[in-house]
Antibody, heavy 118, light 110 residues
Framework: VQLVQSGGGVVQTGRSLRLSCAASGFTFSNYAMHWVRQTPGKGLEWVALISFDGGNKYYADSVKGRFTVSRDNSKNTVFLQMNSLRPDDTALYYC????????????WGQGALVTVSS | QSALTQPPSASGSPGESATISCTGTSSDIGGYNYVSWYQQHPGKAPKLMIYEVTKRPSGVPDRFSGSKSGNRASLTVSGLQAEDEADYYCFSYTDSNNLVFGGGTKLTVL
């Protein structure tokens, strides 16, 4: 099982960035996918979740209305579109997979660092 | 979506046991059996150690165990080993299809 992330970088306040997470080694279309972030030296924060078929999406209050999660099951890839970025969005972003909306997260990507400069 | 409450630190000597608590509410830990625990070593991605309160994924030593009582979940590490020194996070499903992590606990093996 592998989750390979791409798309991190440095961006100015108010701008946008899209993260990608390509999955292999498991039946991607059967799994919900999550995004979790970690501020440098701090704890984990759940960010967003998309159901196995993309029909349901849920967000943390801190990103609601600014971030959008999507997936392409034909390409085994999940995306996180981040708009109106703020300095407090600066974090290491992980994608992770779970068997269902409420399920635990056995598989994690390597993380992608997003830095929002003011 | 307030974070679950964990003690910032815990410790124990090799061979001893350490227990980390995670306190929530009836809207998260108390309302569902969807509590999981993650171990994170510096510079690494989190690793699932316990799911659905008490279950251990394949490959996780049976020294790790989970429990829940009311709005409080716990992770116990028995027979502490040096490699158990890491940060540990609890994670719970909540009302309205949200999820929430605890603030994390740094476990030190003395």
């Amino acid at each position: 099982v592998q989750l390979v992330q791409s798309g991190g970088g440095v961006v100015q306040t108010g701008r946008s960035l899209r993260l990608s997470c390509a999955a292999s080694g498991f039946t991607f279309s059967n799994y919900a996918m999550h995004w979790v972030r970690q501020t440098p030296g701090k704890g984990l924060e759940w960010v967003a979740l998309i159901s196995f078929d993309g029909g349901n999406k849920y967000y943390a209050d801190s990103v609601k209305g600014r971030f959008t999660v999507s997936r392409d099951n034909s390409k085994n890839t999940v995306f996180l579109q981040m708009n109106s970025l703020r300095p407090d969005d600066t974090a290491l972003y992980y994608c992770a997979s779970g068997a269902g909306v409420a399920a635990a997260l056995p598989y994690w990507g390597q993380g992608a660092l997003v830095t929002v400069s003011s | 979506q307030s974070a679950l409450t964990q003690p910032p630190s815990a410790s124990g000597s090799p061979g001893e046991s350490a227990t980390i608590s995670c306190t929530g509410t009836s809207s998260d830990i108390g309302g569902y059996n969807y509590v999981s625990w993650y171990q994170q070593h510096p510079g690494k991605a989190p690793k699932l150690m316990i799911y659905e309160v008490t279950k251990r994924p394949s490959g996780v030593p049976d020294r790790f165990s989970g429990s829940k009582s009311g709005n409080r979940a716990s992770l116990t590490v028995s027979g502490l080993q040096a490699e158990d020194e890491a940060d540990y996070y609890c994670f719970s499903y909540t009302d309205s299809n949200n999820l929430v992590f605890g603030g994390g606990t740094k476990l030190t093996v003395l």
